[in-house]
């Protein structure tokens, strides 16, 4: 029968590596050796007991029938094979139960036993939230790939990922553990197209529509293995006393081990209680008739538990409940119960001793099955307004760590440093590796963090707050485009918002972000989209900038899209506005932009003119780089025009205001371009005199900048 971890009800499994933070699949290599679990940290002299973490940790217990059928499962033919076909897809098995009765436990512990059999290794991710919420599809397959390096395109939808789950796992023999998943429409579009993987399934009831699917339905633990279990909590003494109390509290327990852990964490804090205490006190609390039968056993348990904490402690856990993809560190506990970091980690690792959390580092995870149990309870106990108060404490509290985390990035003495510098010791990072390890352990609950608080309607001016610290330390740690998938979600958060409160300025600074990132993935039409909507939201705000860049981005998706007379009238319609508000730079930047659409419409004259202009913007400037390169590509013009000879003397032009600025890299660029042209005017020898003072500028410097149509930037 059923086996189970004690210090992790329904999430973990002994033998095993520690399930992944919520939403953050893991990949465990067979071959690889697995990690010891750490000891809980030595709690103080507080009214709540603790202890070590027990020595029977990372065994398992029971659950040999179903196993057996599990693996005998896997030997069965299926459809396909007893028809002469072969096996198009994975096969999957489904282990099915309540939240609590070790489903999780029993998927991984087979996992483990047939890992060896899938040389890629053993990918785990839930595709439920603790606190029942859908996981998009979208997210997980986004998450399996980056298990794999696999870079995904931002803003992509779930059929295109779903695609490139599958496309990664037909060249791989993966074992797949979907854990909580909550129909069969979440598993589907992640089977991979490979009989040589294996994909595992948990859930509550069958998955209907997935065919050759057979349920392994857990019940309750039998009398011995839930014994057993309690054993290791109460050790051999109590139990061999009373072994008929021992089995009566089993049966209290329905044979849960989720239960049967929490009843033992009781006991384990009370050395002098027996065996029958804890199953008289089961039997004196009442049962909760509006529960289902099922759920019963973990509600009396967990009360159980609960009623037994002083008063601080029991709010503490209640509030969990609000924890971010119910995961909680030392700072988010202090948060929420406003206490001091240091007394919120030793009340976060007696609630680990009791059973009550599962601990994986510095971070603590609700057991998905407790999560309805704390909010109940926050519902009953808790006014509105101090919930909420709590909730405000912790964002604020994540706000400041992301500030920090981004800040210790900086230089030194810069006004970041120097802000960070007056933080309290516990909200700063030692140093640059520390706090980008921070974020990369911490990104699952920090993303579902800002997704909750934009979610929750009544906190926006905090949940901005948050969102742009996030999107600043991805950046500062991670750069824009490693994180463009987070950024591409959070800049949508931002819009949401936005939208909400009738923010305009934020709402086109949003989507102009999104938009962006849609024309870098090849969105084209989606990104020109975006654009207009930023167009419009920047003349409501009132906001020339936005309005102006919307305008330019406009243009540049047509050009994108080669509709190049579009192009030139939005690039002029831009232009317009800058030269309105004199902004000289951008003007003659655009005047650029408008000379690359003309030349690939083939209108020369256009072109050209609109080159001088570039020129003659930056000559006023004094900024001879940028003038450099414009005439270089005045020079290109000039040559498509069929006027060699004038293009010859716009690019030696091009290269001495290039010595004048002192650019040796882009005098390289420039000399090779200008050697290219007198390799196609017929003159080799000065063509060779100017590729090899190009070459030796290059050997000298490095890479020289490249000239290309259409950009007057490195």
């Known amino acids: ?53 027990p020595a029977h940790e990372g065994r398992f217990f029971g659950r040999e029938r179903e196993l057996k059928a599990l693996l005998g499962d896997m030997e069965r033919a299926g459809l396909n094979t007893i028809s002469g076909r072969k096996e198009p897809r994975a096969r999957v098995l489904l282990i099915a139960g309540r939240p609590g009765a070790g489903r999780t436990a029993l998927a991984v512990e087979l996992a ?17 939230e603790p606190g029942g919420e859908r996981v998009p599809t979208e997210r997980t397959a986004r998450e399996i790939l980056g298990v794999f390096d696999i870079a995904t395109p931002p803003g992509a939808d779930e059929d295109e990922l779903s695609q490139m789950v599958r496309e990664a796992l037909a060249v791989r023999r993966v074992l797949l553990l979907l854990d909580d998943a909550a129909d069969a429409e979440q598993v589907d579009p992640l089977v991979p197209d490979n009989p040589d993987c294996l994909v595992v399934a948990v859930a509550q009831g069958p ?9 392994c339905t857990l019940g309750g633990m039998d009398v011995k293995a839930a014994v057993e279990l309690l054993t290791q909590y109460t050790g051999a003494v109590r139990i061999t006393v009373d072994p008929q109390a021992a089995e009566s509290l089993a049966e209290e327990c329905g ?60 709010r503490t856990l209640r509030l969990l409940a609000l924890a971010p993809a119910g995961l909680a560190d030392a700072h988010t506990a202090s948060a929420l119960a406003g206490c001091t970091v240091s007394a919120a980690r030793k009340t976060l690792d007696d609630f680990t001793a009791l059973g009550l959390l599962r601990a994986a580092g510095d971070q603590y ?28 404490r912790m964002l604020e509290r994540t706000v400041r760590l992301l500030q920090s985390c981004r800040a210790v990035t900086e230089p030194d003495g810069s006004p970041a440093r120097r802000k960070l510098a007056g933080l309290p010791r516990a909200l700063r990072f030692p140093n640059a590796a520390a706090a980008a390890e921070w974020l990369r352990l911490r990104q699952p609950a920090l993303l579902a963090s800002a997704r909750l608080a934009v979610a929750d309607g009544e906190l926006d001016t905090l949940a901005r707050r948050l969102v742009a610290a996030l999107v600043r330390a991805l950046a500062a740690h991670r750069g824009t485009e490693a994180a ?25 600074a949003a989507l102009l972000n999104i938009g962006d990132l849609d024309a870098q993935t090849g969105r084209t039409q989606d990104a020109l989209a975006r654009y207009r909507a930023a167009l419009d939201a920047g003349r409501a705000a009132n906001d020339f900038y936005a309005t102006g860049r919307a305008m330019e981005s406009v243009g540049g998706a047509y050009q994108d899209l080669e509709e190049w007379q579009r192009a030139a009238d939005w690039y002029g319609r831009a232009l317009a506005q800058r ?23 083939g209108r020369y004259g256009e072109a050209l003119r609109n080159w001088r202009a570039a020129v003659a913007g930056y000559r006023r400037l004094r900024d001879l780089p940028n003038q450099a390169r414009a005439l270089s590509e005045a020079a290109r013009v000039q040559e498509y025009a069929g006027r060699p000879y004038e293009s010859l003397r716009t690019c030696q ?62």
């Not at 004199?582 to 690939?600: K, N, S």
């Open 207 to 215: 998955l209907t529509g997935i065919p050759d699917v057979r349920p």
């Open 653 to 714: 032009e091009a290269v001495e205001w290039a010595r004048l600025a002192d650019d040796v890299r882009l005098l390289a660029a420039l000399q090779l371009r200008l050697a290219d042209t007198l390799d196609r005017l017929g003159d080799p020898t000065a063509a060779r005199l100017h590729r090899s003072a190009a070459e030796r500028i290059l050997e000298k410097e490095g890479p020289a900048y490249e000239i290309r149509s259409g950009s007057t930037e490195e």
């Open 255 to 314: 044979g849960q081990p989720a239960a049967l852990v929490l009843a033992g964490g009781w006991l384990a804090a009370r050395p002098t209680a027996s065996v029958a205490d804890a199953a008289r006190r089961l039997r004196a609390l009442p049962h909760d008739s509006e529960r289902p039968l099922g759920e019963r056993p973990l509600a009396r348990s967990f009360r159980l538990v609960y009623e037994s904490l002083p008063a601080p402690a029991a």
């Open 579 to 601: 030269q309105s508000r004199g902004e000289r730079a951008d003007e003659a930047r655009l005047y650029g932009r408008l000379g690359t659409v003309h030349t690939y419409a």
């Open 365 to 392: 995870g609700v057991p998905g099955c407790l999560v309805p149990l704390l909010r109940d309870l926050v519902e009953e106990k808790d006014r509105p307004g101090e919930v909420q108060l709590a909730r405000a």
């Open 1 to 53: 029968m059923a086996g189970s971890p004690a210090a992790d009800p329904a999430a973990t499994t002994p033998g095993v590596p520690p399930r992944p933070p919520a939403g953050r699949p893991s990949l465990t290599r067979p071959s690889a050796t697995r990690p010891p679990r750490s000891p809980a940290r030595r709690a103080d002299t507080r009214p709540v007991p603790s202890r070590a973490r």
């Open 484 to 508: 463009a998938p987070e950024l591409y979600g959070l800049h949508q958060l931002v819009l949401d918002i936005a939208a909400r409160r009738g923010l305009h300025r934020e709402q086109a």
């Open 112 to 128: 483990g036993q047939l890992g060896d059999g899938y040389p890629d290794g053993i990918v785990r991710t839930r595709l439920t």
